[in-house]
């Protein structure tokens, strides 16, 4: 079954530091691959995405994400983080079941200290 | 830009209203979605639409129906609201096609309901 995890509901980091979410997949084709952020109260709003070519995409805000297809993963990484990247993030994968449709991950809630 | 706009932000029903949630997008997609939102379940898909007057069962339907009578708007309905449709729903739109950027959903800010 297509499904998408992100192993980590919350996350803190301090402002200033690295910072990685997770993301794994199970697909059976070659997905098409997403990561969102949702500021609170707001929708969501695409910060990348990898449809094919170089594994390595870069995104909004300064967020990068790297498709490894042999550990089924897209995960999301910023070297810097600001304290207004504290927000909710999705990854999400498609297409499923035909008409475009995608799976999103249950979200990994980011705090940032200052 | 693409821009989805849901009619409200917030909205409070007692049980047993009719609600109707409305979703609209100015970019020509034929693609929508309703999701709605649960702290710890992520995003689950109540119906979508590929087109106008045509649409599809997604994870969760039971309570809710669709309209799309025109190309730009999609409108959720809960038939007899009850609290467990307390939730934040969220619309989404995607073009035709079957590239990758036909996958790509633009979302509306959402409308937090609240069924009491």
């Known amino acids: 079954a297509q499904s998408v995890t992100q192993p980590d509901i919350h996350i803190t980091v301090s402002e200033g530091a690295s910072l990685e979410l997770r993301c794994n997949y199970s697909?059976?084709?070659?997905?098409?691959l997403f990561w969102y952020v949702q500021s609170p109260g707001q929708g969501l709003q695409l910060l990348l995405k990898y449809f094919s070519g170089d594994t390595l995409v870069q995104g909004i805000k300064g967020f990068e994400a790297e498709f490894k297809r042999s550990q089924s993963s897209f995960n999301l990484r910023k070297p810097s983080v600001h304290w207004s990247d504290a927000a909710e993030y999705f990854c999400?994968?498609?297409?499923?079941?035909?008409?475009?449709?995608?799976?999103f991950g249950a979200g990994t809630r980011l705090a940032v200290h200052p | 830009d693409v821009k989805v706009t849901q009619s409200s932000r917030y909205l409070v029903k007692r049980t047993g209203e009719k609600v109707f949630l409305e979703c609209v997008q100015d970019?020509?997609?034929?693609?929508m979605f309703w999701y709605r939102q649960d702290p710890g379940l992520g995003l689950r898909l109540i119906y979508f639409s590929y087109d106008v007057k045509m649409k599809e069962k997604g994870d969760i339907p039971e309570g809710y129906s669709v309209s799309r009578e025109k190309k730009e708007r999609f409108s959720l309905i809960l038939e007899s609201a009850s609290t467990n449709q307390t939730s934040m729903y969220l619309c989404?739109?995607?073009?035709?096609?079957?590239?990758?950027?036909?996958?790509?959903?633009?979302f509306g800010p959402g409308t937090r309901l609240t069924v009491t």
């Open positions: 697909y059976g084709a070659t997905p098409y």
């Open positions: 970019m020509d997609h034929e693609n």
């Open positions: 999400a994968v498609g297409p499923s079941g035909g008409y475009n449709k995608l799976i």
């Open positions: 989404a739109s995607s073009p035709f096609g079957t590239s990758g950027p036909s996958y790509e959903q633009y």
